[in-house]
């Protein structure tokens, strides 16, 4: 099993292939120490959400190897690994339910006060009061109770609360009003914060205050270095 991790990620020499010949990722080496944020960039079938795969084990690779504190994560169970990676994905952000379900989930134990604290944590806390039925208001996984915006917030405060060592998070294409912008912003500092995590970047803040850029083109890594190093070549 996997203790309690510290979030050291390494990615060595990856190769992976859905189908022979065709790698979707080709010699990507990661060192990523514990507690920075990684974001991910590259066209439409660069790799990114291929590595994301790797990473959660959804598959493994052809050659190298994945390693999370030094330790091969197949030499781990599925479930010891699954229970220390927080997973944002776009779709899956809201599903039927009150929102307090929607942030529970996952942590059952989880009170009523924590869920509050989160919230807030993440500016959630407001919009989610003002709603008729607050806490206890139904959502649906299509329905338009609650913005684009909204609904990422709310998908912050369910990671906040399962506070994992690693997070990955795919980040929303929507166009989004300038206050909830900077909402979600100043969220995902929070969120972030001590956390190793990988992010499938779209929006410029995100990219500028990532630790390291990792530029994907045709499954290859092409470029490393925050924004200001990129920025002076
Ligand atoms: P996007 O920005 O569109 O999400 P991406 O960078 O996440 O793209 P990946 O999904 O990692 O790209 O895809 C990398 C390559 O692997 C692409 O050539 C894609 O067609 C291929 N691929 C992805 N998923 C599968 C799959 N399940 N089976 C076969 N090929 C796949
Ligand atoms: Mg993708």
Redesign the pocket.
Known sequence: ALPSIQGHVKFEDLVFE??PG?P?LNGIQLDVQAGQSIALV??????????M?LLCRFYDPNKGRVLIDGQDIREVTIQSLRSQIGVVLQDTFIFSGTIKENIRFGRLDATDREIEDVAKAVHAHDFIAALPNGYDTEVQERGNVLSMGQRQLISFARALLANPRVLILDEATASIDTDTELKIQEALKTLLAGRTSFI?AHRLSTIRNADKIVV?DH?RMMEIGNHDELMKE
């Open positions: 859905y189908e065709r979707a590259g066209h439409t079938g660069s790799g990114k959400s291929t590595i795969n499938v994907l499954g």
